[in-house]
């Protein structure tokens, strides 16, 4: 049937008049009755900072992040361990929260320590390892460690992101892991990798927020707070992230740079990047005979 032009107009200019309406008034209100969704309150692990045995205020966060996530398996992982007590990220959560664990530390003395510490405590397993991502997850499986354990701490100056990459058959729900802050986002950085990467106390070491952040993603973590100290980033598992309230996790928001006095102590001036190249003497790290020689990637 033929409709009169008239009426067809009529139709036309009343749609016109109710896509209108929608525009300037946004989204159809909420059927009376219906509760409203609250925000979720950002929580402020900048201010949880505190240190009862870590260095850079580690403690404080981990315990803020398991009030907002709750712990199941009370199992944390923590390497390089040091002696397990001085500047440990976990012995806070064993000695008083009553959480197992397992510790490794490469080098011996600082090892055979870390052993003698805990010699009497049934929840930790302590031992002298080096970890490469070839053999993390053997030692996870030998120690008994949890598929799904709390709390890994990644703390080896040197191989971490390479390490974390290879942790497939495990799933922590929190993540730290060092961060090597002199490469600002959006930069991406790792180093190089050998088995037998150490830290130097130069700028050669690590990966930058960048590229922990897309391998991260990639293994669906979310990063959720880099410290005030800026050597440390903390990542949660992705279905946790809403819980902590945080708008922008981009790297770029959340990035700490290196300006605190520590960072003074050690050889920061640019080199092996752009225009600048390794300064002789400082292009090789050395074990006994083995050189090996230093390059940061950005292709990772």
Not at 2 to 10: F, I, M, N, V
Not at 232 to 252: C, M, Q, W
Request: charged letters at 25%; proline letters at 6%.
């Amino acid at each position: 049937m033929r409709r009169h032009p008239t009426t067809l107009s009529a139709l036309s200019v009343l749609c016109l008049l109710l896509v209108a309406a929608s525009s300037a008034g946004g989204a159809d209100p909420a059927p009376a009755g219906t509760p409203a969704v609250a925000k979720k309150a950002k929580v402020d692990l900048g201010a949880a900072e505190k240190n009862y045995f870590s260095q850079s205020g580690e403690d404080g966060v981990i315990e803020k992040l398991f009030e907002v996530i709750e712990p199941t398996s009370k199992y944390a992982v923590e390497f390089g361990a040091y002696d397990g007590v001085e500047y440990s990220n976990i012995r806070h959560l064993v000695v008083d929260k009553g959480w197992s664990a397992f510790m490794m530390e490469g080098d011996e003395k600082l090892a055979q320590k870390m052993v003698e510490n805990y010699a009497g405590e049934p929840r930790v397993k302590a031992r002298q390892a080096w970890v490469y991502p070839g053999n993390v997850e053997l030692l996870f499986e030998e120690a008994g460690v949890p598929r799904d354990l709390d709390l890994l701490i990644i703390d080896i100056d040197s191989n971490d992101w390479y390490v974390w990459r290879a942790i497939t058959e495990y799933r922590p729900k929190v993540v730290s892991i060092d961060v090597n802050p002199f490469f600002a986002p959006p930069q991406r950085m790792v180093i190089d990798f050998h088995p037998m990467n150490y830290w130097d106390k130069t700028d050669y070491f690590g990966a930058s927020l960048q590229s922990l952040y897309e391998l991260g993603k990639k293994k669906g973590y979310e990063l959720v707070y880099h410290n005030k100290l800026a050597n440390t980033a903390f990542f949660v598992d992705a279905k946790y992230f809403d819980r902590l309230g945080i708008e922008n996790n981009s790297p770029v928001a959340l990035y700490s740079p290196p300006t605190h006095a520590l960072w003074r102590l050690f050889d920061r001036a640019p080199q092996g990047r752009g225009d600048a190249p390794f300064a002789p003497g400082n292009d090789t790290l050395t074990w006994d005979d083995l050189k090996i020689k230093k390059k940061f990637r950005t292709d990772r």
